[in-house]
């Protein structure tokens, strides 16, 4: 009798290994089992593929049901902001009224800049266009905005260059989400996050110009083992929480643009970090095709 069963075991580092186990019995002239033949298949790498495709299909759900209150939250949020500028028009407030008129409003317009920033995740140009990488870096902040407040994150920010590249908003976004993110997950209450955009040269090639991106943090580093292998599909060190796809993801993004990312880190006690460096080359041709990748933005 042919059987056929899937099992799953532990390596010693800790991963699960899935594999498809066949048996089938080798009879002799008189029918008696004298061997069997065991084939082992590694489904793995298959079980992995499975769990993306599942957890993208949930993030591309959800991501639409985001787009949707969005768009339909805009329509009260500018009848309010309307209404806001009426009121501050009136000529019997007070300063204090005025005051509390002046923090609605501000309020109102974070939140509008919030949905803005949330559609634009979701929302893929049909088209490259020309990209202000501060711009980009910006809107990503914000869109962690809630998540760096929270944890009292110190962010600092040196845009030395207003270089502009070529592409596709919904791609070059991805990358530095999923930078950003990594390093937000990292830190503890009160680390700092540091971003940096300078006009600089290729390293590996100095006849190349561009724009290079640093983004940093004070975490507690990776760790050397992992170092070389966060690039890869499917690894992650978040368990549950991580697909392993976020940094093989805007790895792929990155070269596709001709461009690098590469990764410095330290866990040595005290002077413990990450940083990451993009390097985006100047774009002269626009020819460049639309990749649709909305898989999810941690590693």
């Not at 993306?52 to 949707?68: C, D, P, Q």
């Not at 260059?161 to 999923?178: A, C, K, R």
């Not at 992650?236 to 643009?257: H, Q, R």
Request: glycine share 10%.
């Amino acid at each position: 009798m042919v059987t056929d069963e899937e099992i799953e075991y532990v390596r010693g580092d800790g991963t699960p290994v899935f594999l498809s186990v066949s048996s089938a019995p080798i009879l002799d002239r008189e029918g008696r089992i004298t061997a069997a033949v065991i084939t082992f298949f590694d489904l793995t790498h298959r079980k992995g593929t499975e769990q993306v495709l599942r957890s993208t299909e949930k993030l591309a759900a959800t991501g639409r049901l985001a787009a949707s209150f969005c768009h339909e939250i805009n329509n009260p949020l500018q009848t309010l902001s309307g209404v806001l500028y009426l009121l501050g028009q009136s000529t019997g407030l007070g300063e204090a009224e005025r005051q509390h008129l002046a923090t609605a409003h501000a309020e109102l317009e974070r939140v509008a800049h919030l949905t803005t920033s949330m559609l634009g995740f979701y929302r893929p140009s049909p088209s490259p266009v020309d990209l202000k990488i501060c711009e980009i870096l910006d809107s990503v902040l914000n869109f962690y905005g809630p998540a760096i407040r929270s944890g009292k994150i110190i962010v600092e920010k040196r845009y030395d260059s207003e270089d502009v590249i070529h592409g596709f908003p919904s791609e070059i976004t991805q990358v530095f989400s999923n930078l950003v993110g990594n390093a937000l997950g990292a830190l503890t209450p009160e680390g700092t996050l540091e971003l940096h955009v300078i006009a600089s040269r290729d390293w590996g090639n100095p006849a190349r110009r561009g724009v290079r991106v640093f983004i940093a943090d004070n975490g507690p580093g990776i760790s050397a083992e992992n170092r070389r292998r966060i690039f890869e599909p499917f690894f992650t060190t978040k368990g549950e929480n991580g697909t392993g796809l976020g940094l093989w993801v805007a790895s792929g993004i990155v070269d596709k643009y001709g461009g690098w990312l590469r990764v410095r880190s330290s866990t040595q006690p005290g002077r413990s970090g990450t940083c990451f460096a993009v390097f985006f080359p100047e774009q002269k041709v626009s020819t460049m095709r639309h990749t649709a990748i909305t898989l999810d933005k941690s590693a």
